[in-house]
């Protein structure tokens, strides 16, 4: 059963920055790519980052230039640091785990909030 465990979310005042973090178990997890993705109020979950296993990555065109995914194979985790905070960044985000046979693990998700 593979598992995940999001942490880091919190409140942060707009142009801040947060470092969420998410702990893999009980899978191959060099494998897998690793997504981030946030669901705001009212609003589909959308894809803010992802990395494959050969650490290529990608990003919604919002975040780009102020999030960083990444990615440590050897402790299991996957991050996503971000910068430059904004109101419109405030969502649940969640971490997952997607393997090639098709099968895709989430975790219980991480509030963030960009408040003043």
């Known amino acids: 059963q593979v598992r995940l465990v999001e942490s880091g979310g919190g409140l942060v005042q707009p142009g801040g920055s947060l470092r969420l973090s998410c702990a893999t178990s009980g899978g191959l997890f060099y494998l897998y790519t690793m997504g981030w993705y946030r669901q705001a109020l009212g609003k589909q979950r959308e894809l803010v980052a992802h990395?494959?296993?050969?650490?290529?990555?990608n990003y919604a065109e919002s975040v780009k230039g102020r999030f960083t995914i990444s990615r440590d194979n050897a402790k299991n985790m996957v991050y996503l640091q971000m910068n430059s905070l904004k109101p419109e960044d405030t969502a649940v985000y969640y971490c997952?785990?997607?393997?090639?046979?098709?099968?895709?693990?989430w975790g219980q998700g991480t509030q963030v909030t960009v408040s003043s």
């Open positions: 997952n785990a997607a393997a090639s046979s098709g099968s895709s693990y």
């Open positions: 990395i494959t296993s050969n650490s290529n990555t």
